[in-house]
Structures are given as C-alpha cells and as structure tokens.
C-alpha cells in the first residue's frame, strides 16, 4: 500500500452555481494505477481470504458537507441525490419484510424521482463497520472501504439483460427505452457517526480515472470500477444521516450524452470519529429502472 497525503485546502475551488459547503478533509483509498488489469477473487472463489490483484493509495481530500445545497444535487448532474424517505418496512434485517414491504417503497420512490415505468430490482446488501460487518444470505459484509463504482460500461448492460430475461431485454433495446442503473443507500441505525459515505460529482470525473477491475466468483467473472486519484474530482456527503434518509445514486445510464453515468462512491472514516460510536449499518438496494 502506498501512503501518499496531500495538503487539498488551498486546491478546492467553488463549484459552479453552488455555495462551497463546510467540509472535512478525510483519507479515501484510491486504486494505484497499473499496468495489467486489476482482479478481486472473492472468498468464495479462494475458499478462505479474499485476493486482492492490485495496490490502493491514500489520499487527504476534502469533503464537502451537502445538506446545505442538498436541493441542487441531481442524479442526471452529479450522480447523486440525497432525499427524505420514511420508511414503515419494519426490521430492515428481515429478509421477508425487505423482500414484501421495503422493494415496494424503493420501487415508488424511484418512480416518482425519475419518473420511471418501470422498476426491477435485483439485490439489497446490508453493510456495518462493526464486528464482523452486517449479516446478509450470502455472508456478513462490512463497509466497502474502497472508492468504487458498482457497474461498468460492459458490465451494466449484461446485468440488465440477465435481470429483465434476454427477450424482454432486447424489446427495450429495440423500443430505445433508457434504462438507469440506481442504488438506494440508507442507514438501517442512526444518525450515523462512524464510516458515512462519501459520493463523488460525477461531473469531476474524468473516463480515464475510472479502472476496469474484474471480480471473480465461482460461477462468474463480473466487473466494476475503481478510481484513480485526480486532484479536481470533488467529493460530498450528509453527515448524521437518519433511517428516514436516503440517497440515490447512479450506477449506469444506457442513455451517453454527456449527463452522469458513474458515479464513485466509498464509505470512509472521519477526521474526528469516535471509536465508541454506534457502528454504521446500512441497507443498499440495486435496481434497474425503464425510462
């Protein structure tokens, strides 16, 4: 690991049509570029730890507290969008409430927010800094710690096809629908105070930081992005987020005209975190959504 810590202050500039909020300046793990492409074998692959085929790097960069303009953050501008969602699911841990009741409420908050038609949703991940990390089917999973994107440009589109079935994939295709790959990411606990997430302005993203890495399981080879470390990309979050809180954020967009597309996002440790606090718990769910 290579520990390289910039002094960023005197570098943020004020972003067009948006007051400079407060902000903390916090170390995020970037990958480190390389030559070779980079690989992550699950544990499920290496039947013990996971395998790591890459370098990551700190940096300090400063991250800006939204709340304060949290109106003007878009998902077609910067990739992200805070919003107030009460829930009234019940016990996020369950799997049967999340399955029953919690997809229906993401499923109208999507429509109503993109104005969508449909909605299918494929997957929820619930996530801790605490312990072990947070239990889901598939094992328990702590807070993803490294800048990511959870799709790509060739990924995106066949987790699409395999979500909405070939046929149905292809009719969409043909009918130029668009489709927008969301994650609805909230605190099952809160107000969170340890390991909040930290979101990119996908508009300061340059295609060039973002690196293809496969992830490798038993049955599969998926893909996804990680980012390389650019001084002007600009970075958000909500401090103290409460269950009644979400924030959307944008994994793909079939639709390429210069609006976001990807957007990197990471969980990360604040400058003055107590250690004592509440662990962070979350739920994310991913979704396709028709346009």
Request: hydrophobic content about 40%.
């Amino acid at each position: 690991m290579t520990m390289v810590i910039d002094g960023l202050r005197a570098t943020t500039r004020k972003q067009p049509n948006l007051e400079r909020a407060d902000e903390v300046v916090a170390s995020l793990t970037y990958i480190t570029p390389q030559k070779t492409k980079p690989a992550f074998y699950s544990q499920a692959y290496t039947g013990g730890e996971a395998k790591f085929v890459f370098d990551v790097e700190q940096h300090a960069v400063p991250v800006a507290d939204m709340r304060a303009t949290a109106e003007h953050f878009t998902l077609d501008q910067h990739g992200f969008a805070l919003r107030s969602a009460p829930t009234v699911a019940g016990d996020l841990y369950d799997d049967f409430a999340v399955r029953q009741s919690y997809y229906a409420e993401v499923e109208a908050l999507l429509r109503q927010e993109l104005g969508a038609r449909e909605v299918a949703i494929f997957d929820a991940t619930r996530r801790s800094d605490g312990g072990g990390g947070a239990a889901n089917q598939d094992g328990k999973r702590g807070a993803a710690t490294r800048i990511h994107v959870d799709y790509t440009a060739d990924s995106a589109p066949k987790r699409a096809r395999d979500v909405f079935g070939a046929a149905r994939f292809s009719d969409l295709v043909v009918e130029g629908a668009r489709i927008v790959q969301v994650n609805v990411w909230r605190p099952i606990r809160g107000p969170v105070r340890r390991s909040p997430l930290a979101l990119a302005d996908a508009s300061t993203i340059a295609p060039a930081d973002l690196v293809a890495t496969d992830q490798v399981f038993p049955d599969r080879v998926g893909e996804i992005y990680h980012l390389t470390y650019d001084p002007r990309q600009r970075w958000y979050f909500a401090p103290e987020m409460t269950p009644d809180e979400v924030l959307l954020i944008k994994g793909w967009d079939s639709l390429d005209d210069g609006r976001a597309m990807f957007t990197p996002h990471t969980a990360f440790a604040l400058p003055d975190q107590d250690k004592q606090a509440p662990a962070r718990e979350s739920i994310e769910v991913r979704a396709f959504v028709v346009i």
